[in-house]
Structure formats: C-alpha cells, structure tokens
C-alpha cells in the first residue's frame, strides 16, 4: 500500500536548523494529507504540521514561524524544514501519510514511517 522513510535527522544545537525527509512509495496516488507529528520519551505523539493535496498547509503554534513543510510531487517526498530549534523540539519524528478509504464508515487510513530522532542541546 504505502510506505514511508524519513531521514535527516540528528544533533543539532538550539539556534540551528535541520531538514527532514520522508520518502513515500506504494499506493502514493491516494495520499490525501501528509504530515508530520512529534513525540517525547513518555509523551503522546503530537501534531507538528500537516499538507494537503492541494497544497494547505497547518502548523502547531509552537512551530509556527519556524518550521516549514512543502513536497516535492516529482520526488514523492516530504519535507521539514527546521529553522531557529529549540531543545523543547527534541523528539521523535514521524512521517505520516492518510489515504482516503470508501469501505463504510469513509475514514482515513493512517500510515506511519519509522521515525527519526531529533536532538537540540543548549
């Protein structure tokens, strides 16, 4: 169906920046939303930014400013940019992708990409 990798994560120092990507590959034509979410060793995955399929985009307020997502359509991928990190942004983070589903009741169906570890020292 689909499938999802990021990368770019790593070591970062507070002020710095980093740029994610998370690679998709399967069934990539019924991808409706992609986005982003963040998660802390013992804390609930949380949203960080999401796009649309034509483009929309929402952001958490804490990112808002310095975080930007875009896709490159060609590529089939998805990026973070990380601008201005904190060591609040160390986590966790997750490619997700939602497909579109018919089968009642019509929902998404979420798939999510391994994860990769963002670390922002002080």
């Known amino acids: 169906q689909v499938q999802l990798a990021e990368s770019g994560g790593g070591l970062v120092q507070a002020g710095g920046s980093l740029r994610l990507s998370c690679a998709a590959s399967?069934?990539?034509?019924?991808?409706?939303?992609m986005g982003w979410y963040a998660q802390a060793p013992g804390k609930q995955r949380e949203l960080v930014a999401t796009?649309?399929?034509?483009?929309?985009?929402n952001y958490a307020d804490s990112v808002k400013g310095r975080f930007t997502i875009s896709r490159d359509n060609g590529k089939n991928t998805l990026f973070l940019q990380m601008n201005s990190l904190k060591p609040e942004d160390t986590a966790v983070y997750y490619c997700?992708?939602?497909?579109?589903?018919?089968?009642?009741?019509?929902?998404?169906?979420?798939?999510w990409g391994q994860g990769t570890q963002v670390t922002v020292s002080s």
């Open positions: 997700n992708a939602r497909q579109w589903t018919f089968k009642p009741p019509p929902r998404w169906l979420d798939y």
């Open positions: 399967g069934s990539i034509f019924s991808i409706s939303i």
């Open positions: 796009i649309t399929s034509d483009g929309t985009t």
